[in-house]
């Protein structure tokens, strides 16, 4: 079966929890390696994780990418953003140019950046952009609704974000790639995120909605003020991402859920970055709850809301460096730690191998 | 004045504070990068407190080292550790051998690891190791004596210890090594690392004393015990950190505050890793308070005494993964995140240089 011809019903069907005795046997060779037991802590939570969803004791996250969903926001017509929208569509030029912060942060572990137009706003003009395979035009539309006063899409469009998502994570995946991190860049995108935050987590407007790339108090209580109005125009269903997504969600952010539910359904790990994909990562559990055996949280993000999203998940960001720019910045830096994770599972010497005395009875 | 002839007086005197016109200079250069302002979090200050202290504002930490620094210890008498002291020289073989932990760590960042015998008890057979310049053998002596009878070194040993880490630091930065690491091993070395903890910061025994490598109930009571007899017995100095290394230290922790001394007095970053490295810095830190300016905490160790120290010295860890391995490995995921932090400095494109159009008034 193609990836095209696969069906939302099919996806969420093929995702099953990760193997747990591949999980032990790498936990068993980390009680031989040469240290105190477990001494290098999560790192071996990583690397045991990798095994479980590889099956294999001689993982490989080698060939990485960034997949940088894109999309335009109706409800920055609330006055929600200190950016103005024409920012979306700007960033994903210098994304293609490999100016930004994934980009170079990417580079450091030679993973490539792929930008999606999930539903920005303008048309870019690719002939003069000559961005080559690093940019992906799949607009579901050019931008969202104003989901304060009605959906943000249609259901129709919502099923066509998540499947985007996941068609062209497979496709990665088919080409090689070991694991995925998801970033985003969408003007307003901390709105939609923390209303779907908000209605999954069940949790209160103040607890979840933070200044995003720095509105005022202002443009906070606007910003608060337009979440709870979405909320009650749309009442959105908590148990159901798709429906949530439909009603205050964002193209990217049902392109990122998508990329997580490609990451499971394939057996591939796939590393979150901020407030922003983890609300594309409660989407997919909502759909899937197994998804986050395939999750890891590159980060906590500055993002108040992030830490409460990441705690609903069962998630443990791997930095915590008060970041807050998105992009897939955050995941860009972890996979350098998860690296390290991997290479100590498989090239570490054990206490047999080096000679060394183990612990004392 | 070659770095052999240099008294310590000389070395404390020539520790400056880093320049912060140079730091103000590179936040400039931070604010016009396109993204919101400082949107990478901390890594902004590290990036800049290495412009500071390389005074520039294209900064490199490319020609990356660590010095393991390894030493035996009397106070294994008392029964404070869970391995047996054979290990130490083990590990210093396994060092060179490649198949520790640091040595998996420092290759993902491209580091070279020099493992100094600053005075385990074995003498090693260098030509059967075949170890090259992987191995410095500067042996104060063949490990301390029990502190919790009497001092564990001469105060020539202290300064010895102390000198010989300046020198051996001061020859990699001849090399052209931009950042160094710090690393340790010694069976027992937490007990010294906790007494030294104790009488520099002045706190609790119960706040500092942790279970190393894993000694159990008992064993625990042991080292706080010995520990306890070794402050009272010897009366160390607070304030003087070649008193404190005198009477309740080791060579290894000696030698680290001497690699840090020479960061310092050199203008190059250091990064510490866990406890036993962290005790060295309280040391250097008496002799020469402004060591700190050039100190980065690679990461907090689950140590429980470790945050204490890291909390007195005013350095926040880069990395919190639950680790307490010591040999430098946390410095090592770190230098990933610093690397990561100048390559943003250096390589993010401006606001201007992008045409992304800047926050809204």
Redesign the interface.
Same mark, same amino acid.
């Given at each position: 079966m193609t990836s095209e011809k696969i069906s939302l019903k099919q996806i969420i069907d093929g995702v099953q929890p990760v193997d747990r005795s591949w999980v032990e046997k790498a936990a068993e060779r980390t009680a031989r390696?040469?240290?105190?037991?477990r001494?290098?802590?999560?790192?071996h939570d990583v690397s045991e994780r990798i095994c479980g969803i590889q099956q294999t004791l001689i993982p490989s996250i080698h060939r990485k990418a960034f997949l940088v969903m894109a999309g335009d926001h109706g409800i920055v017509a609330e006055g929600v953003?200190?950016?103005?929208q024409?920012?979306t569509g700007?960033?994903v030029?210098?994304f293609i140019?490999g100016?930004?912060?994934i980009n170079?942060?990417a580079?450091?572990v030679d993973a490539e950046v792929v930008v999606v137009d999930m539903g920005i706003k303008p048309q870019l003009d690719l002939q003069a952009l000559n961005a080559g395979d690093r940019l992906i035009v799949r607009k579901v539309a050019g931008g969202t609704a104003n989901f304060s006063r009605g959906p943000a899409m249609s259901e129709r469009e919502a099923e066509a974000a998540v499947l985007t998502g996941f068609q062209i994570a497979t496709e990665l995946f088919e080409k090689g790639i070991q694991i995925l991190g998801t970033g985003d860049m969408g003007i307003g995108n901390t709105t939609p995120s923390a209303a779907i935050g908000a209605v999954i987590v069940g949790s209160s407007l103040d607890e979840m909605v933070g200044r995003g790339?720095?509105v005022d108090d202002e443009g906070l209580t606007r910003k608060k003020d337009a979440i709870r109005r979405g909320i009650e125009t749309n009442r959105p269903d908590p148990g159901n991402g798709l429906d949530v997504l439909t009603k205050v969600g964002g193209f990217e952010i049902g392109g990122i859920a998508g990329c997580i539910l490609a990451g499971a359904f394939h057996r591939r790990p796939v590393v979150i970055d901020g407030f922003i994909s983890t609300a594309g990562a409660l989407l997919a559990y909502t759909l899937a709850p197994d998804v986050t055996d395939y999750l890891f949280a590159g980060h906590c993000s500055?993002e108040p809301g992030h830490r409460v999203m990441l705690n609903y998940l069962g998630l443990r960001p791997?930095?915590?460096?008060?970041?807050?720019?998105g992009e897939g910045?955050g995941g860009?830096?972890a996979m350098?730690?998860m690296?390290?994770a991997v290479?100590?599972l498989k090239?570490? /010497?054990t206490f047999e @191998? /080096?000679?060394?005395? @183990?612990?004392?009875p």
């Open positions: 390696l040469v240290m105190p037991p001494a290098l802590g999560r790192l953003s200190a950016y103005p024409e920012v700007e960033m030029k210098t140019n100016g930004a912060g170079i942060l580079a450091q790339t720095g500055e791997i930095l915590d460096l008060e970041m807050r720019l910045t860009a830096l350098g730690i690296d390290g290479q100590i090239n570490m /010497a @191998e /080096a000679g060394v005395s @183990e612990k004392q």
